[in-house]
């Protein structure tokens, strides 16, 4: 099955790490529930969390009363509403330089003009974008001259800056050259280049219309069976899901991320930072800025190397205040797909335990990673075992084949089945003015796959045969690098993992390998390896020699 | 069943990696209450219209009604997937897509196929192209977006009708924006209080966001007249206001699509450069697919593509992209005349049959002796019938008559049939009389 352009513009423009920046908005001040400190500990935990009637002013309250007679509202009900702090601007972000997920395409200065004029935006840095925010200004400020009545509405709107991803999804798409590759694609690619959809997934799918399956809606924590596979899936078949896990069905990873970072950030506080790795998936930032975090980053890792800075990380972990929220990609990092080998793990969890710091997992490649999905959930299980909280975010984008139905779980581990309760009280009370409920098509088909003996083992053997041709590709890539001639060390191609790898190319030589070569890729030489097939393997292998040769993949 | 390109001795390797990583995580040893960072915390109060699922699910009367979500339901009280949605289903089936990510303002054919099925093709917008939008996670997810978009861009503010759906509050809210509200609906009279309504309007500050309901208001069902409308538009304009409007009903309230967006095309046509939310829960009866759109008239194209380059970068951090499903099924109908076709049948369908219950209620409300107006509940239209019940009394009428609907005295039409009306009449007319 062919790819179509759309499909292929879209899983690009939604893989990129380096597209539109956001980053600046201006959200309400949030009245910050100053916490107690506990008693019992150095770190500043929230000793009574009331979601208050901190609803602004007395004027606000009567209308509050007065909006009683909604009937929604029992006398006993408070309003629940959140307010989200200020996000702070790129600028606050401690170590942001040097990001590695620099844009493609070329920095203009006709950014600048962007909030002045009706231009269209050019991509920009991170650097420059931050300091071009929107300010109230610029925007729906209604002078008196303006016709504002009908036309004026809209007319100071800038245009929000394009994906830089999405132009090299363009530029591949409109490229001609016979041989063109594509190793830029964030979903799954068989060995011919095309799309896959696992078999499972359609056999569920038939089975659904075949039962004919209802169209309601779901509960606002969505399909309790599927959250409930999807925990045991995650946490192992012996985890006390039913009291030791508050689980929800998510918009797939980043719907989950984005339910985490609202939690934490009103129930966590947003005064602790939550620290991602050095780099990281570029959303990531994005998604925690809006929910009102701070966001830092640790190192993680080493250019100079092409290895994890494992050093660095450490000492960044133990920097960060007691109580910050820790990051970590559960297996597969994107986009390095360097990940800490299980001894190392145990430090990282051993050091976060001793700063009470709240372990934040991403598991969006559990068992696509390795092919063994037990495997692939080592470092949060640990964590769990060692009594770390920790906060789940989980997708099934990748490993089920259902990018495009956004399926994921956020899961919060905690002490007994009063806290899970409450937990999940709170949760919803995020979700439901949000999207009120999730979608229930791809949950359907994950746990109709789940919960089928047959069909599971059908599906661990889909999922390895996914991972084990990427690990082919990564062994025979760096095969076909050496027969063309090169002697550079490629070890780390072999031993990243997962979808993407971090080959150390900068961006001279991956616009080099874009405008010589047609073969489109990020600027920070990322290559997803789903691109590669057996009829591409050696003329990229010898595009990354040419471009290489003589110089340093080290920075 | 062994694919044949993984071989049996690879499989015994991953069993037994499997087994050798499978790590026994027993309650024991799990954290223990007080150590956990989440030991103080509140528990948060149920959502008023889910959780009376939850109530009325563990209430084992055998007759128990309940009429408050608002969700369809046929005369027998199933739900109701309508045939041209299985149909749908099916031709997809046949044309095997993949399931890759769609972009973040979803698939640009059904934006298009939904804009033009609310604003017209013929809409003078549409036709210069300045009529843009974005999928959306149906009416919620429609509604956050746009909140949060707006407060991003300025606004403090937004206008909603006393009464309105409950969770429009807590949507903006949270998205940063103050609410207020313009009055709506005088309880006494069980009417709209137009007078009152245009007096606020009159107040409201220029620039100002003002929400309204489409048609078939929620919860009370009842909707301006086109005169009314007309009125409101006039005033709006002259008071420089931003109309935004919430159309969770096309078609399921009068049954006819075209008849239920008069007032939205109205106002496109009197020039306002609107913004709407639309939701295909009702509809379509698409509700856990979360179908939606929102969209935005602009002075130009480019205008309307520029704020739509906005909504994306609010949606990118939010969920990325939206699901598939919901927007392909909702495509193949709209993109097929015989399946439109049908579609507008049984959407007619479904008013119809909502339409003979308000009438057979108000009936068997006569029939039970109560002597008091009812005529609101076939006055109004919609999903719901906003019956006047006060709080004391609905809460008696879940207690002794095991019938639930949410506190405000909001009945979902849709959970009444043929074989409940009498019951639901009776208990009515008990704690009313």
């Known amino acids: 099955m062919a790819t179509t352009t759309e499909n292929l513009s879209s899983s690009i423009e939604n893989n990129s790490d380096e597209d539109d920046e956001g980053g600046r908005a201006a959200f309400a001040a949030q009245k910050k529930h100053k916490m107690s400190p506990h008693s019992a500990g150095t770190v500043d935990r929230p000793s009574s969390i009331r979601r208050s009637s901190l609803l602004l002013s007395p004027e606000w309250d009567m209308e509050r009363k007065s909006l009683r007679h909604l009937g929604d509202l029992d006398d006993d009900d408070q309003i629940r509403i959140a307010y989200f702090p200020n996000i702070p601007t790129i600028q606050d972000v401690a170590t942001n330089e040097g990001d590695d997920d620099a844009p493609a395409v070329d920095v203009s200065a006709a950014r600048r003009s962007l909030f002045k004029t009706k231009t269209h935006a050019t991509v920009t840095s991170d650097d420059e974008w931050s300091t071009a925010s929107v300010t109230s200004d610029s925007l729906s400020d209604f002078d008196d001259d303006d016709d504002h009545t009908v036309t004026g509405i809209w007319q100071n709107v800038p245009e929000a800056p394009p994906d830089a991803i999405l132009g090299i999804a363009a530029a591949y798409k409109a490229c001609e050259h016979p041989q063109k590759v594509n190793i830029c694609v964030g979903a799954y690619r068989d060995d011919n280049g095309n799309p896959y959809v696992l078999p499972t997934v359609r056999k569920a799918e038939y089975r659904l219309l075949e039962q004919n399956e209802v169209k309601e809606y779901l509960p606002i924590e969505g399909d309790r069976d599927f959250v409930y596979c999807a925990m045991k899936f995650a946490y192992g078949r012996e985890m006390d899901i039913e009291n030791h896990v508050a689980a929800v069905q998510s918009l797939s990873g980043t719907g989950a991320c984005m339910l985490g970072g609202q939690f934490l950030a009103q129930f966590w506080g947003s005064d602790h930072p939550i620290y991602v790795p050095n780099p990281t998936w570029g959303n990531h930032i994005k998604i925690f800025k809006q929910c009102g975090l701070k966001v830092r980053k640790y190192r993680y890792y080493d250019r100079s190397k092409n290895a994890l800075d494992f050093e660095g990380m450490l000492k960044d972990i133990k920097r960060a205040k007691d109580g910050s929220i820790i990051l970590l990609h559960a297996c597969a990092h994107n986009p390095t797909g360097c990940d800490p080998t299980m001894e190392q793990w145990k430090e990282i969890v051993s050091l976060i335990s001793s700063k009470s710091h709240i372990a934040f997992f991403d598991s969006a490649y559990q068992g696509f990673a390795t092919g063994n999905s037990e495997k692939d959930a080592q470092a949060f299980r640990y964590a769990v075992s060692q009594h770390v909280p920790i906060l789940l975010a989980q997708s099934f984008a990748k490993n089920f084949g259902l990018y495009g139905e956004r399926v994921g779980t956020l899961s919060i581990v905690c002490g007994d089945v009063v806290q899970k309760e409450r937990i999940m009280s709170e949760l919803r009370s995020i979700i439901r003015p949000l999207y009120s409920s999730p979608p229930r098509h791809g949950s359907s088909i994950v746990k109709t796959i789940l919960m089928d003996p047959a069909l599971k083992e059908e599906y661990y053997q889909e999922c390895a045969k996914m991972a084990i041709r990427i690990k082919k590709m990564r062994k025979k890539l760096e095969e076909a690098l050496q027969v063309a001639g090169s002697i550079h060390d490629w070890s780390h191609i072999t031993k990243q993992i997962g979808m993407f790898a971090y080959t150390g190319m900068d961006e001279a030589m991956c616009k080099q390998l874009t405008e010589e070569f047609s073969i489109f890729l990020t600027t920070n030489g990322r290559i997803s390896m789903v691109g590669l097939n057996n009829s591409n393997l050696t003329y990229v292998a010898n595009a990354i020699h040419t471009v290489t040769a003589g110089k340093t993949i080290t920075a | ?433």
């Open chain 2, 1 to 433: 069943m062994i694919l044949p390109s993984i071989s049996r001795s690879v499989l015994r390797q991953h069993s037994k990696a499997a087994a050798r990583y499978a790590t026994n995580i027993h309650a024991s040893r799990t954290m223990s209450t007080s150590s956990s960072p989440w030991s103080q915390f509140e528990m948060a109060p149920t959502d008023p219209i889910v959780g009376l699922n939850e109530i009325y699910n563990k209430d084992d009367f055998p007759s128990k009604v309940i009429v408050g979500v608002g969700a369809y339901r046929d005369d027998l009280g199933k739900p109701y997937v309508l045939p041209c949605v299985r149909e749908a289903e099916q031709i997809l089936m046949d044309k095997n897509l993949d399931m890759e990510y769609t972009g973040i303002a979803g698939e640009p054919k059904f934006v298009d196929l939904a804009l033009k099925f609310v604003y017209g093709e013929d809409s003078v917008p549409i036709q210069e192209n300045r009529v843009h939008g974005v999928q959306a996670l149906s009416g919620t997810g429609g509604l956050r977006v746009f909140g949060e978009l707006m407060a991003k861009h300025g606004h403090k503010h937004i206008y909603v009708p006393n009464p309105t759906w409950g969770n429009h509050i807590p949507i903006f809210t949270n998205s940063g924006l103050e609410v207020r509200k313009y009055r709506y609906y005088d309880a006494e009279s069980s009417d709209l209080d137009f007078t009152n309504m245009m007096k606020d309007i009159k107040d409201i500050p220029k620039g100002s966001l003002i929400l309204m309901h489409a048609c078939a208001h929620n919860p009370t069902g009842m909707d301006p007249t086109m005169e009314q409308w007309k009125e409101m538009s006039e005033t709006i304009k002259k008071q420089g206001l931003v109309p935004f409007f919430d159309c969770a009903y096309q078609g399921f309230a009068s049954g006819d699509p075209v008849k239920d967006a008069s007032s939205v095309r109205m106002f496109v046509e009197d020039g306002h450069l609107i913004s709407m939310v639309q939701s295909f829960s009702k509809n379509f009866g698409l509700y856990g697919q979360r179908i939606g759109a929102l969209s935005v008239v602009g002075a130009d194209e480019d205008e309307a593509k520029r704020v739509v380059s906005q909504m994306k970068m609010v949606i990118r951090p939010m969920y990325s992209n939206p699901p598939r499903q919901g927007a392909r099924i909702v495509t193949t109908i709209l993109e097929d005349p015989r399946l439109t076709q049908d579609f507008l049948d049984q959407c007619r369908g479904m008013a119809d049959r909502i339409n003979l219950m308000r009438t057979l209620l108000q009936d068997k409300l006569a029939e039970a002796g109560s002597t008091k107006n009812w005529d609101h509940i076939t006055k109004q239209i919609g999903m719901f019938a906003y019956s006047g019940l006060n709080k004391d009394q609905v809460m008696e009428m879940r207690e002794k008559h095991h019938v639930y609907c949410t506190a405000d005295g909001r009945i979902s039409m849709a959970g009444v049939t043929s074989g409940n009306v009498d019951y639901i009449a009776n208990a009515i007319h008990d704690v009313s009389k």
